[in-house]
């Protein structure tokens, strides 16, 4: 859970858009690593009680935050085009602020948008059941064929080469280089490690580069938590959170499922022994996924990379891990000296642990492809 309190300021925010009702409190919400996140309650005229989600966006992260936000718009109203009107309530929708614009800018400088909260719904921060694993994957299949006739131009790339792990390398090579805090000799069996897996970085974008597999928009943080569940039944409701919604491979949208559904532990558990690739939950992903809108449109080779794709992801994030930790954690929030180490050696461990049982990875995928 968030532990960031809401700002004195909220209220004055809050008149900054176009909400029903009068603010009566806020509270700290989600668990996010990057931006504050707040569950804001306002008394409506009504007498009923309206909710919504406020965020004060990092902008040391996010370096434009009106492309961002152009993004967010275009795709919202994508969306909400698609679904009927007992359903678009139940989709992520932007309140405008007063001046019809999509975010705004406080006093202080700070950036904001709010978003209607989904009633009836909730997120939960890990999988553990095959029918969650199946869920997640379906609805984030679902959403990437729904933006497949995205009108144009190009969405902006939010942060330039996220998934490109090729630069991720680098960017970790050059901050192992410097090691500005002396960092690197604590880490040492984790930096070998990820060393010597340098040769995976570059096969998907070699594959991408020959026109093997396309390019495609995507959401690129397919955490269980980024799609709201429906309090009674359990099913899929929306997928949320489009910061990092951009240009990508399907393929890393996959893998990123595979890396945060497949766990048997938390990310940040601080025994890395305790963290395992469980195998019954991979194969829920396969079937939700090409189960879903998406799996008709995959062609044979990005089909057939899904579980490398898995492992893929996972190292790439124990590369931004490593290379955050060795900068002095300007990226992830953190909450102890080593914390970002801490992620980096789960990373690792569930890499060990899909490499282990690529047997089993292969002999799903050549059971659920044609």
Known sequence: MSTTPPPAKLAEVLNL??????????????????????????????????????QRINDRIFKNIPAL?????????????????PKRNRQLTLIPTVDAAPYAR?????????????????????????????????????????????????????????????????????ALATDSLGRASNAQPEIDYALSLEADCDPLLELLARGEVSERITHNDTKINNVMLDNATGRAVAVIDFDTLMPGLPLYDFGDMVRTATSSTLEDDPDPANMRFEVTLFEALVEGYLGSEIGPVLNATERAHLGFAGKLMTYETALRFLTDYLQGDVYFKTQYPDHNLVRARTQLALVRSITAQTDAVNSILESHID
């Open 106 to 174: 406080d006093a202080d400088g700070e950036w904001w948008r709010i978003y209607d909260f989904i009633e009836g719904a909730h997120t939960i921060d890990r999988v553990t059941t095959v029918h969650q694993a199946r869920e997640t994957a379906h609805a984030f299949g679902d959403f990437q064929a729904q933006l497949s006739d995205l009108p144009g131009p190009r969405l902006h790339e939010t942060i330039l080469n996220f998934h490109n792990t090729r630069s991720r390398f680098d960017s970790f090579r050059v």
């Open 69 to 85: 936000m152009d993004n967010v718009k275009r795709v919202t109203e994508h969306l909400a085009r698609k679904v009927a009107p």
């Open 17 to 54: 858009f176009e909400i029903e009702g009068r603010f009566a409190n806020a509270t700290a919400y989600g668990s996010g690593h990057i931006n504050d996140t707040f569950l804001v309650h306002c008394e409506a005229p009504t007498g009923q009680a309206r909710r919504y989600i406020a």
